[in-house]
């Protein structure tokens, strides 16, 4: 018993020193290894700007006229994330391929459905010109 009140006798005296919350503030000076994110990072974070670039292979390589009512299945493998793709629609828009659509989403967030569309550049890469969350 002695033992163990001994033990303790030297912490209480280290919490009667005055501690208080007001002198437990940050320390603002300091900066760790931060890196600032990116644009689509800043508005979606990096887990739904990589399920958003596989939604993209999926809408680029998809064979619009074989899209089933089911939908084209994707996954992420990196993020967990999957879902289907539907309505592909393609249209011409001002002299450039663009394919709009609409994508579920199943992630640890929750499910979530998405409108986007992806066009086809003047350097034949596909690119995301919206992917926007339908609340």
Not at 12 to 28: H, I, Q, Y
Not at 82 to 89: C, H, K, P
Not at 116 to 121: F, Q, T, V, Y
Request: with cysteine.
């Amino acid at each position: 018993m002695w033992l163990g009140l001994a033990a303790v006798l030297p912490l209480a005296a280290c919490g009667t020193a005055g501690f208080s919350l007001e002198s437990a503030v940050p320390d603002r000076s300091v900066l760790t290894g931060s890196v600032r994110p990116g644009p689509a990072d800043a508005l979606n974070g990096p887990v739904v700007a990589s399920d958003e670039e596989t939604i993209r292979n999926a809408v680029s390589s998809a064979i619009v006229d074989e899209v089933g009512t089911e939908g084209l299945g994707w996954a992420n493998a990196g993020t967990g994330s999957r879902g289907a793709i539907n309505q592909i629609i393609e249209r011409k828009d001002e002299g450039r391929l663009c394919r709009r659509f609409t994508a579920s989403r199943e992630s640890y967030e929750g499910v979530h459905l998405y409108r986007g569309e992806a066009c086809l550049g003047s350097a034949r890469i596909w690119t995301m010109t919206a992917f926007d969350r339908v609340e």
